[in-house]
């Protein structure tokens, strides 16, 4: 079946605007998580959305950052007013209900992130 | 608080040699421990992970991982190396009080042909 898509693939911005990033996880996983990976500093987690339950968004870095789940599914994280620093790649990732929490994230390709 | 440490920026190994990417953890309950790897300009990959029972698990292309609990360590290996397993891996844990996984820095794994 078809995996995580992530759009779009490359953004380049420039500093101070917004910019809206898009998940479609696998159809079913009730879990989905944001990550950024910047480079030689890993995978630093941003937020996580279990079905009907409030998000934990202990790791967003900032107020700038936002995200969404609509419906369950597709996830939109909101950049506002970029920074250079916000410059990475951001990772989405699901999770299927079964077997609890203890199956795999399942992680898209990623959206390059560069803000000028 | 859990979190993960790969001490070593990048191994090194000739082809068919064996590969050894080490892990150690830390966290506060029973650990859940999961491998992953990421080809260039890809997402990551699942490789296998330990929850609970035999201490030797077996995951894809060939790889495998042993968890030692009195070493809180989660090592990587596998038997011979091949020039296509050059890639980035990444070793991450989570207890059972959360469902966030904490992953390390990752290790860079060149095959040398």
Known sequence: GAGV???PSNKVTEKGKDVELRCDPISGHTALYWYRQSLGQGLEFLIYFQGNSAPDKSGLPSDRFSAERTGGS???LT???TQQEDSAVYLCASRSPGQGTYNEQFFGPGT???VL | AQSVAQPEDQVNVAEGNPLTVKC???VS???YLFWYVQYPNRGLQFLLKYITGDNLVKGSYGFEAEFNKSQTSFHLKKPSALVSDSALYFCAVRDDGNNRLAFGKGNQVVVIP
């Open chain 1, 79 to 81: 950049i506002q007013r």
């Open chain 1, 112 to 114: 390059r992130l560069t």
């Open chain 1, 5 to 7: 898509s992530q759009s």
């Open chain 1, 74 to 76: 597709v996830s939109t």
């Open chain 2, 24 to 26: 150690t953890y830390s």
């Open chain 2, 29 to 31: 309950g029973n650990p």
